[in-house]
């Protein structure tokens, strides 16, 4: 059985948001909200909670999660990020942008392109999503909170958490949450190539 928190969206209180992150340090899976959509998510390099995402969505053992980080100094430490890319992601981040970039050594190899070398990377503009990474110290690997079956991601988890007790290890609900992924942007070419149209605009 899962814990469940509802965390107020402008003002998370400490003690719910210190929970949430002792339970994703401890190895759990959660369901959190972002700017975009909820998301699932674990603790970075957890290979065992990071495969039990994928079997909850049915994902291939291919599937690249993303890495969600407080800040640009954090994500400068697991992306290889030149003047060119960092004044374009210093533009659009923290939001709804996912950006791919080179990884760098600190990355678990499972969680890089194998062929590209690569990392998908965030910074979400959500203050629980914030709150929760801060407490934790590190990123979250996470994925867009969609079920086999929808055609939509999650968005009430009042409504959802009958479905999810059992699956995750805590659900934090912040509100109702969006629908529209984020933009995905690969800035591992020299130029900026949007590679999914989201809820970010791309502005170069």
């Given at each position: ?15 719910l ?20 959509t ?34 640009l ?55 629980i ?25 999650l ?5 959802e ?17 969006g ?10 070419s ?15």
């Amino acid at each position: 059985m899962s814990q469940y928190l509802v965390v107020h969206p402008t003002h998370p209180q400490p003690r719910l948001v210190t929970r949430a992150a002792e339970i994703v340090e401890n190895g759990g899976v959660i369901v959190y909200p972002t700017d975009s959509t909820y998301a699932l998510g674990c603790r970075l390099g957890d290979k065992e909670a990071a495969d039990r995402i994928r079997a909850l969505r049915q994902l291939p053992k291919d599937h690249y999660l993303t890495l969600v980080c407080r800040d640009l100094s954090e994500l400068a430490s697991y992306a290889r990020v030149d003047n060119t890319s960092y004044r374009i992601v210093k533009r659009h981040l923290p939001g709804p942008m996912t950006f791919v970039l080179g990884a760098t050594r600190e990355v678990p190899r499972r969680l890089v392109h194998r062929q590209r070398r690569t990392i998908g990377l965030r910074v979400p503009d959500n203050v629980i999503a914030q709150a929760i990474l801060t407490a934790l110290g590190e990123p979250i690997m996470s994925t867009t909170a969609l079920l086999p079956g929808d055609s939509l991601p999650l968005t009430d988890m009042e409504l959802e958490r009958e479905r999810l007790e059992h699956a995750v290890d805590i659900i934090v609900d912040g509100g109702i949450g969006g629908v529209r992924p984020t933009t995905v942007v690969d800035l591992t070419s020299g130029g900026a190539e949007v590679v999914r149209e989201g809820v970010g605009t791309l502005d170069i």
